[in-house]
């Protein structure tokens, strides 16, 4: 079973801060996720990253993956409360779409 | 836009009773998935399915069963619930991008509370 660790599994920061979240593994991912998911409801897909050394950016949020395809980080610029929230990362290794979860980051933001 | 739905969103079942959580993608979507969410464990994967009649086994397959007689419909069954399926179950449905990634598409959840 691959496995993807999240980093930190916390954090709470102040509106206006920067914030990156990191998403590592020892195995290759055809491609990778990231979804926000709020209390009750279900995870949303954000992005999708398939090639090694992409950088993907949606409005403040910009996800990269590794040049070697086992590694993804989130930075989010000037937080807002509104990117309070889950954030899961999921790898696809390929062939069957049996995708992997990451451990999760659990982000709050103050106002 | 896209749309899974899932029939309950609260849901309180006695031990013993069987169960049934309904899901429905209006997406066209070949597979479809049923995870289960916990604090401190995250979302683990329980049955999928990449056809109509087809069922994979997921990580925690124990205690639950599938059915997927039309593409758009992805049922699990609890068939004698115990207290340790009280979860949050998530449903997803998926395609393959045409730039080569995969993207989950997921219903609300059904938070089930067994007693």
């Known amino acids: 079973t691959q496995l993807l660790e999240q980093s930190p599994q916390f954090l709470s920061i102040q509106e206006g801060e920067n914030l990156t979240v990191y998403c590592n593994s020892s195995s290759v991912f055809s491609s990778l996720q990231w979804y926000r998911q709020e209390p009750g409801e279900g995870p949303v897909l954000l992005v999708t990253v398939v090639t090694g050394g992409e950088v993907k950016k949606l409005k403040r949020l910009t996800f990269q993956f590794g040049d070697a395809r086992k590694d993804s980080s989130l930075h989010i610029t000037a937080a807002q409360p509104g990117d309070t929230g889950l954030y899961l990362c999921a790898g696809e290794p390929g062939g069957y779409q049996k995708v992997t979860f990451g451990t999760g980051t659990k982000l709050q933001v103050i106002p | 836009d896209v749309k899974v739905t899932q029939s309950s969103r609260y849901l309180v079942k006695r031990t013993g009773e069987k169960v049934f959580l309904e899901c429905v993608q209006d997406m066209d979507h070949e597979n479809m998935f049923w995870y289960r969410q916990d604090p401190g464990l995250g979302l683990r994967l329980i049955y999928f399915s990449y056809d109509v009649k087809m069922k994979e086994k997921g990580d925690i397959p124990e205690g639950y069963s599938v059915s997927r007689e039309k593409k758009e419909r992805f049922s699990l069954i609890l068939e004698s619930a115990s207290t340790n399926q009280t979860s949050m179950y998530l449903c997803?449905?998926?395609?393959?991008?045409?730039?080569?990634?995969?993207?989950?598409?997921f219903g609300p959840g059904t938070r089930l509370t067994v007693t």
């Open positions: 997803a449905s998926s395609f393959s991008t045409l730039a080569g990634g995969y993207e989950q598409y």
